[in-house]
């Protein structure tokens, strides 16, 4: 080849159009058999405007009750790096449901709020 046609090399695929439509004849599925999920009783349901995560750590936040808890006791208890658990009780002090005192945050909301 010469050096002009060098970068062309490459283009060996085949470039022909595949046809339309299914390959294979379709077959008929078993349909998935539905979970039953059921609902931990002990975990109270999060605030609508919270996320999975961030209700996981104000759950993990009233668990602690009147002692309320430092970021090392969250992180420890929720599983969430430090820096995450700083973010979401900060989120959660901006919905009104932590506040920070020292060093230690308390849950500022004891009744069940609905959840999404």
């Known amino acids: 080849m010469s050096k002009r046609q060098k970068g062309r090399r490459h ?17 008929a599925r078993p349909e998935p058999k539905r979970e039953v999920r059921h609902e931990r009783p002990e975990a109270a349901p999060a605030p609508a405007a919270l996320g999975r995560h961030e209700a996981r750590t104000w759950d993990g936040l009233r ?7 430092s970021l090392d006791e969250l ?3 929720v599983g ?11 989120g959660l002090a901006g919905h009104g449901l932590a ?12 009744e069940p709020l609905v959840s999404r």
């Open 11 to 27: 283009r060996r695929v085949n470039r022909t159009p595949r046809p339309v439509g299914a390959s294979r004849p379709a077959t």
């Open 63 to 69: 668990a602690f009750g009147a002692e309320g808890a």
């Open 75 to 77: 992180c420890a208890s």
């Open 80 to 90: 969430y790096q430090p820096r995450t658990i700083a973010k979401h009780v900060n």
């Open 99 to 110: 506040v920070l005192r020292g060093d230690r945050w308390y849950a500022r909301a004891e």
